[in-house]
Nanobody, 119 residues
Framework: QVQLVESGGGLVQPGGALRLSCAAS?????????IGWFRQAPGKEREGVVC????????YYADSMKGRFTISKDNAKNTVELQMNSLKPEDTAVYYC???????????WGQGTQVTVSS
């Protein structure tokens, strides 16, 4: 079954770093070519952040994340990780992982992980 569980969020000061982890079921990883991270800030629509292919050799970054965020995949652990550096207050959001491109409709959102960037 489709299963994605996010973790690793927290409170960090501007300029700080966090590493998020998405634990995916093997079923999910086999069914979808790519997995990525999405985020939703208060009062805003959910947006795509970054995606990685199942082989890990192809990635996509939204422009505002290039150079600051790095996505990686650990096939042994079935996890997709997001290293976030130089965090800004506007990165504050709940972060979710899901397939890329996002299937519509997508009814398998996890609980997400809250990232708060504040001094």
């Amino acid at each position: 079954q489709v299963q994605l569980v996010e973790s690793g969020g927290g409170l960090v000061q501007p300029g700080g770093a966090l590493r998020l982890s998405c634990a995916a079921s093997e079923f999910t990883l086999k069914r979808y070519y790519a997995i990525g991270w999405f985020r939703q800030a208060p009062g805003k629509e959910r947006e795509g952040v970054v995606c990685i292919s199942s082989t890990g050799d192809s990635t996509y970054y939204a422009d505002s994340m290039k150079g600051r965020f790095t996505i990686s995949k650990d096939n042994a652990k079935n996890t997709v990780e997001l290293q976030m550096n130089s965090l800004k207050p506007e990165d504050t959001a709940v972060y979710y992982c899901a397939p890329c491109p996002l299937p519509k409709p997508w009814n398998y959102w996890g609980q997400g992980t809250q990232v708060t960037v504040s001094s």
